[in-house]
């Protein structure tokens, strides 16, 4: 029998209804082809790699684009299906068990950290984390917000509480939006019950 495979040591796979949202680390632009978790104003713009703005420059104000057609019957959770990249955050939704929740009508903000944030934490933590459930649920927890929060809402607003209890306080250091100490570096992603927005580490 095979070992059971966790966030921590996930490979990536092969995305079965194409290629959607993958992000580069170095550019940071999103890629987006036969994508259904983003709607099509969403995967334009990813496409364009936000031409209006750089991907090291701060984050302009806007609101999210409002998903019809496919993308409005979509979760916050294709979202995170839909890229190798996230896939340790993924797993760790699915070992924590919060699948249903994420797939309810909503609506949600995730804040999503890439498989780098997850990388970063120490072997300890990891290991730590990987032994315990509702460690890992309280950590999911701690990236999800119960309201509909663009990036316009976020520059607006100096807290917001998690589905966790923690409150997370948002700052803009060195002119880039933060969330809890994670530096935002891609927004608006949006699905039929929320938007995402990908993050640079781990909120604990």
């Known amino acids: 029998m095979h070992a059971q495979s966790s966030f921590l040591t996930r ?89 249903d929740v994420l797939e309810e009508d909503g609506p949600f903000t995730l804040f999503l950290p890439t498989n780098a944030a997850f990388d970063a934490l120490p ?22 917000a119960r309201a509909r929060l663009g990036i316009t809402d976020l520059m607006q607003t100096e807290q917001i509480d998690a589905l966790s209890g923690e409150t997370l306080e948002l700052s803009t250091p060195a002119a880039r939006l933060s969330i809890g100490g994670a530096e935002i570096l891609r927004s608006d992603l949006v699905a039929g019950n929320g938007v995402v927005h990908v993050i640079d580490r781990v909120i604990l």
């Open 123 to 144: 072997d300890d933590q990891r290991q730590a984390l990987r032994q315990d459930p509702q460690a890992l649920a309280d950590l999911v927890s701690n990236h999800v």
């Open 11 to 99: 490979r990536h796979w092969a995305i079965p209804f194409g290629l959607g949202l993958v992000i580069a680390l170095g550019s940071l632009t999103v890629l987006a082809a036969d994508s259904t978790p983003a709607d099509e104003d969403s995967r334009a713009r990813a496409a364009a790699g936000d031409r209006d703005r750089s991907a090291s420059g701060p984050l302009e104000a806007s609101e999210p684009p409002t998903p019809t057609g496919a993308a409005a019957d979509t979760t916050i959770l294709d979202i995170t299906q839909d890229s190798a990249l996230f896939s340790r955050f993924e797993q760790a939704i699915e070992q924590a068990g919060m699948d």
